[in-house]
């Protein structure tokens, strides 16, 4: 098998690092960009933990060519992985992009060569994704096209990555295009986009990802999803960076071999699966919205309010709710 070049994020996480090489080792890539942040001024802890996880890369002992971008100071998220890609790219015309804590069925790789190939001259395919949270199957081939793109394991080519926005040129044009196109389902996708991107143009929100997103809409691209889920994500948890609350719809998805490969036969998103995924994963589902709003009520009202305990506050609203929701069951 044939393994692209991969570009391997980290940070601060041994563990999780070690835990990749280990899958990394069963398909032996021939070239292997590592690009670590550095340590954050704030966190004393974080020195120790930046040395440990760049020497877990001493774990890498099959034949290859390993490339470094160690950072001595903190980049953060937004900065620290669109930088590194930039960096990959410049030397490679296609590869995949692998964080520490997003752990790839070996298959994967499989998947993502033979689709960088059959797309590599294709400009409307700008992504494939090794995530799949679709509550089911999709179609009866191997994988389907979306509008949206998961970067929880991932691969592209350099001509896709150019085209990449960091100050999303042009929001505006896009924003008023889309409209006239009918590109959004309804009024809440709208609502939520316009919102995001907007933020993540003003520097509010800090992501790359919002970025990308943008770029592939903007750009009239697609992203390539596997039928079934080919990454888990390991990173959850209090010593996140940025994922300590578990997200149950993609954490629950477990691995699965992909079978042989089959093709769809039209360059078509897969808008019921595009519906799926932004009421789901974007928009959520009624009750986990009510009260992500009622926290972020409290934590805004706080100052005002009689502090509770660490963590009082989620979980008083939560009984509110599950009691008030009880009390109109049975009456």
Not at 247 to 264: N, Q
Request: aromatic fraction near 12%.
């Amino acid at each position: 098998m044939s393994v692209p070049a991969v570009l391997l994020l980290i940070f601060r996480r041994a563990d999780l690092a070690k835990k990749q090489i280990e899958a990394l080792r069963a398909v032996r890539p021939a070239r292997i960009y590592v690009a670590a942040d550095g340590p954050r001024p704030a966190h004393p802890g974080d020195w120790a933990d930046c040395r440990a996880v760049r020497r877990a890369l001493d774990d890498i002992d099959w034949p290859c060519q390993v490339k470094t971008l160690f950072r001595s100071t903190n980049l953060g998220l937004k900065l620290a992985v669109s930088q590194a890609i930039d960096w990959f790219f410049e030397a490679e015309e296609e590869g995949i992009v692998l964080e520490e804590d997003c752990l790839p069925h070996p298959d994967f790789f499989s998947f993502c060569d033979a689709l960088l190939l059959r797309y590599r001259d294709n400009p409307r395919v700008m992504q494939i994704s090794g995530s799949n949270f679709q509550p089911g199957p999709r179609t009866g081939q191997s994988y389907f096209f979306s509008r949206y793109n998961h970067v929880w394991g991932w691969a592209t080519w350099r001509r896709a990555w150019l085209a990449y926005r960091p100050q999303m040129e042009d929001l505006e044009v896009f924003l008023a295009e889309a409209d006239c196109a009918g590109f959004w389902e309804n009024r809440r996708e709208k609502k939520y986009w316009t919102k995001i991107f907007r933020s993540a143009k003003e520097n509010r929100v800090q992501s790359w990802a919002y970025r990308w997103t943008f770029t592939l809409w903007a750009e009239g691209g697609l992203c390539v999803y596997p039928e079934v889920n080919l990454i888990t994500n390991l990173g959850f948890g209090t010593d996140a960076t940025n994922t300590r609350k578990p997200d149950r719809r993609k954490t629950e998805r477990r691995l699965a071999p992909l079978g042989t490969m089959t093709h769809p036969s039209t360059l078509m998103p897969l808008r019921n699966a595009d519906r799926w995924t932004f009421e789901h994963l974007y928009w959520g589902d009624p009750l986990p919205r009510f009260i992500h709003h009622l926290e972020k009520l409290v934590q805004v009202l706080g100052a005002s309010l009689a502090k509770p305990g660490p963590g009082s506050g989620s979980r008083s609203i939560r009984t509110f709710v599950s009691r008030n929701l009880s009390q109109k069951r049975s009456s």
